[in-house]
C-alpha cells in the first residue's frame, strides 16, 4: 500500500483541541487524523455501501493507550 501526504488548512484553535485529544489517546496528531478519517470512511460505508478498497482499520494507527 502506498502512503500518500496531504497539506491541509487548518483554525489553529482546531489544531490545538485535535493536538490535545490526541495526546488523550497517545496517539500523534497524524495518527489521530487518521482514526477520524476512518472512523468518518466505515461510517459512510454504513449509510452508503462499501467502496473499493483493501485497507484495514489498523493500517498506519498507534492503538489507543486507554
Known amino acids: 500500500m502506498a502512503v500518500k501526504s496531504v497539506s ?13 485529544i490526541a495526546d488523550y489517546e497517545g496517539r500523534s496528531v497524524n495518527s489521530q487524523v487518521l482514526v477520524l478519517i476512518r ?3 466505515k461510517a459512510f460505508e454504513q449509510a452508503n455501501g462499501a467502496i473499493d478498497g483493501t485497507i484495514t482499520p489498523a493500517s498506519n494507527v498507534k492503538p489507543t493507550r486507554k
Open 8 to 20: 491541509i488548512r487548518i483554525e489553529e484553535e482546531m489544531l490545538n483541541k485535535i493536538a490535545h
Open 39 to 41: 472512523e468518518h470512511i
